[in-house]
């Protein structure tokens, strides 16, 4: 019954919105005292052994590639390569503004950032060439969640650090889910833009936009082929991306000066001051549950009160679409991965395969009301009003939920790649 009344605390203090430090700090003491021996010294020796792994290295220098590209001009350019390759098709450009968020985000590994540094530049001229001014607010908003699915992804990277599991198996595992939400939006976009004016194919357009864009294009390729082939870890490739992000934009496109390198990185460090602290309590209280045995409880009493897998997945689903709306991703791993996996695996589910179905859940949580993320961003950057935003992205959740069913219900969507 502790187990359980935990949840619900977790859960209560969830819907009354407190903010996720605190969540976590009154579930850590509570932890203790209940499951403990009451010492909350070794609160502070679990916080410590949180941060004290160097696999964290990758999550800041993901970060601050991602914000030295987006200061820079690689997604300026990488727009203009996907622009040139797609603007014979009626609708292109709205195409391509799915295309940009997917190879950007596989550069960022943001939502935020994807959705800033793509829509500041196609949003307007979504709206020049005739596109419904909902579409355009509601594909930017959706396709800007791809950063968390398409690796490499700080939320995989997260649940691979909190679950054990590596995180090279998570990136493989979340490619071809992510691929087939980019292909599902675009398709959509062809259909309810087919009576868009497209423009004839100019091979010399494409040719100028490549010889542009070939080092922003070639960033994807370095660090998920170097990742793949086992020439460097996900934290190796973390720094790679740094060093390329900075040779790239210093002395190739010359967009941004050395000087600027210390402002980025105090913006990183200023996120990152929000989210290790998160990781340093959440990991405090897993491995007191782990050591008393409390998710294995759990997915024991879990297993008597739902008796079959498809009732549990359809529980698992709803349960993660609604902590979605309500909490950020990181957060929400940190505090839910560890709890429910053990339940997962009681059910026969595979780990990773569990992961992105956690990940995915909560990409659609970005874009859902009331407190999605990106619909926030999307409000502030696009100066649109709440409700408008909210009815711009309906028909985008519909179709990522389209997607998810599919992650869930055939595991080989994220499995084939691990040859699982």
């Known amino acids: 019954m502790e187990a359980v009344f935990l949840f619900v605390l977790v859960m209560g203090l969830l819907v009354l919105r407190q903010s996720v430090i605190l969540i976590l700090i009154v579930c850590a003491g509570y932890i203790h005292l209940v499951y403990g021996d009451g010492d909350l010294t070794y609160l502070i020796d679990d916080m410590w052994t949180a941060v004290n792994r160097d696999i964290l290295l990758a999550i800041p220098m993901f970060i601050l590639a991602g914000n030295i590209m987006s200061r820079g001009s690689i997604a300026e350019r990488l727009i203009a390569i996907m622009r040139s390759l797609t603007q014979w098709l009626p609708g292109g450009l709205a195409v391509a503004t799915i295309l940009s968020?997917?190879?950007f985000a596989a550069i960022s590994g943001s939502s935020p950032?994807?959705?800033?540094?793509v829509g500041s530049i196609l949003y307007p001229a979504l709206i020049k060439q005739g596109y419904n001014k909902k579409f355009a607010l509601g594909a930017l908003a959706s396709a800007g969640t791809l950063g968390i699915v398409i690796p490499p992804s700080i939320?995989?990277?997260f649940y691979a650090i909190v679950t054990e599991n590596s995180i090279g198996d998570m990136f493989l595992a979340g490619l071809i889910p992510g691929l087939l939400l980019a292909a599902v939006l675009s398709i959509y976009s062809l259909v309810v833009n087919r009576n868009i004016p497209s423009q004839a194919f100019d091979i010399g357009a494409v040719w100028h936009a490549l010889r542009r864009g070939i080092f922003a294009?070639?960033?994807p390729i370095i660090l998920l082929?170097?990742?793949?082939?086992g020439y460097f870890s996900a934290t190796?490739?973390?720094g790679v991306a740094v060093g390329y992000a900075l040779l790239v934009e210093v002395f190739v496109h010359r967009e941004i000066k050395l000087v600027d390198f210390y402002e980025l990185s105090v913006d990183t460090a200023r996120l990152l001051g929000t989210i290790l602290p998160i990781l340093a309590v959440a990991t405090s209280i897993n491995i007191l549950l782990t050591a008393e045995q409390i998710p294995q409880e759990f997915a024991a009493w879990m297993t008597t009160v739902v008796d079959d897998k498809i009732t549990f997945l359809i529980a698992l689903n709803v349960l993660l679409l609604i902590v979605g709306c309500l909490v950020d991703i990181v957060s929400a791993i940190l505090m839910l991965a560890p709890i429910l996996l053990p339940v997962a695996m009681a059910y026969g589910l595979d780990p990773i395969h569990?992961?992105?179905i956690m990940v995915v859940n909560l990409e659609i949580g970005y874009i859902t009301p009331p407190i999605g993320l990106n619909l926030i961003v999307a409000m502030t950057a696009f100066k649109e009003s709440f409700l408008t935003i909210c009815q711009a992205v309906l028909p985008f959740i519909l179709l990522m939920i389209f997607v998810l069913i599919l992650?869930?219900?055939f595991p080989e969507i994220s499995l084939v790649l691990l040859n699982r």
């Open 155 to 157: 939320p995989m990277i």
């Open 354 to 356: 569990f992961g992105v």
């Open 217 to 219: 294009l070639m960033t």
């Open 236 to 238: 190796e490739a973390a």
């Open 101 to 103: 968020c997917a190879v």
């Open 407 to 409: 992650v869930v219900w």
């Open 225 to 229: 082929g170097g990742i793949y082939s």
């Open 113 to 117: 950032v994807t959705l800033l540094a």
